[in-house]
């Protein structure tokens, strides 16, 4: 079932020039298709709402995380992906420089995700008490204005509470009221959290609350994945995790799913060739899905998903 208010969407006839006032999506040139039933099986192009942010994002992105290449990420663009997803930590912030670079100049026709992050060593407090929460605001703060500076922009569409593993550090009063005020103030457009074992808890817990507008979530037609960095295996209950995505979705929280080709190659049918794509296509097949970010690092890849 479609959630409700992306039927409110679909159903509204708005023109071109109105459907990109309210997001950054598209390139010129790119012909914007609306979301339904059909595109989502179909076309890794078409474009997405991210919840209820009013951001549009095309059904696969870039995941930039595996790239030293400007010119991969411009061609990517150029083939009608708007979704780029890059990160503070990755390659020591070159990542995000990289990413930075490759945009100038197409700044308002892509969607940047980014992320920050608190480790146990940057509050030693816990954020107890006076000196936790200044500790809190001026270690995000720092390396908010760390990632505007490498991507060379004055906003982030959306930034994610990197790698959420601690659930009291995640729902700190203070690391909500930080995000709230970027988002109030414009810096960001909309704040989330992604994380990369099995924590459905969190998901459910933003469920109930409601606070952040995104979820980043690994999800593959194999229920688990092998980090390609760590090598760590993980695996989840996929009945619960797609329970928990379902309500998000239907209370406008936006999806973004990662490691989508970390449970191999997927075969829709016994007859057919199993692929990458494919596999792909099984996690947008799920109509709270936004976008699905999938690490690219050649441009044959990049032919492959679009």
């Known amino acids: 079932?479609?959630?409700?208010?992306?039927?409110?969407?679909?159903?509204?006839?708005?023109?071109?020039?109105?459907?990109?006032?309210?997001?950054?999506?598209?390139?010129?040139?790119?012909?914007?298709?609306?979301?339904?039933?059909?595109?989502?099986k179909t076309d890794l192009l078409a474009r997405r709402p991210?919840?209820?942010?009013?951001?549009?994002?095309?059904?696969v992105g870039f995941g930039a995380s595996r790239t030293n290449e400007e010119a991969l990420i411009k061609y990517a663009v150029s083939k009608g992906i708007n979704f780029i997803d890059t990160g503070r930590s990755y390659n020591n912030g070159n990542n995000e420089k990289l990413v930075g670079k490759a945009i100038s100049g197409i700044r308002n026709d892509v969607v940047i995700q980014s992320k920050i992050r608190l480790d146990k060593?940057?509050?030693?407090?816990?954020?107890?008490?006076?000196?936790?929460?200044?500790?809190?605001?001026?270690?995000?703060?720092?390396?908010?204005?760390?990632?505007?500076?490498?991507?060379?922009?004055?906003?982030?569409?959306?930034?994610?509470?990197?790698?959420?593993?601690?659930?009291?550090l995640l729902f700190h009063e203070e690391v909500m009221?930080?995000?709230?005020?970027?988002?109030?103030?414009?810096?960001?457009?909309?704040?989330?959290f992604s994380t990369h074992n099995d924590l459905i808890h969190l998901h459910e817990r933003n469920n109930r609350e409601g606070f952040y507008d995104v979820m980043m979530i690994p999800f593959n037609h194999k229920g688990s994945f092998v980090h390609s960095v760590t090598g760590k295996y993980s695996e989840w209950d996929q009945n619960r995790l797609i329970s928990a995505l379902t309500e998000a979705g239907n209370k406008?929280?936006?999806?973004?799913?990662?490691?989508?080709?970390?449970?191999?190659?997927?075969?829709p049918s016994p007859d057919a060739e199993p692929g990458f794509r494919e596999a792909v296509r099984w996690v947008t097949g799920h109509p709270y899905i936004s976008s699905a970010a999938v690490a690219m690092a050649s441009f044959e890849q990049v032919d492959e998903y679009v």
């Not at 071109?16 to 609306?34: N, W």
């Open 1 to 40: 079932m479609i959630p409700d208010y992306i039927s409110k969407l679909m159903k509204k006839n708005i023109s071109r020039k109105k459907f990109l006032s309210v997001t950054v999506a598209g390139l010129a040139g790119i012909k914007l298709q609306q979301f339904n039933n059909q595109d989502q």
């Open 50 to 59: 991210v919840g209820r942010t009013g951001i549009l994002v095309s059904a």
């Open 121 to 168: 060593n940057d509050v030693p407090s816990e954020g107890k008490g006076r000196r936790g929460a200044e500790e809190i605001r001026n270690i995000l703060k720092s390396r908010t204005e760390e990632s505007l500076k490498a991507l060379n922009t004055n906003y982030i569409d959306v930034l994610l509470y990197h790698d959420a593993w601690d659930e009291n």
């Open 177 to 192: 009221k930080f995000f709230d005020d970027m988002k109030s103030s414009g810096v960001i457009r909309a704040h989330g």
């Open 252 to 267: 406008g929280i936006g999806i973004i799913a990662m490691k989508t080709c970390s449970g191999g190659k997927y075969s």
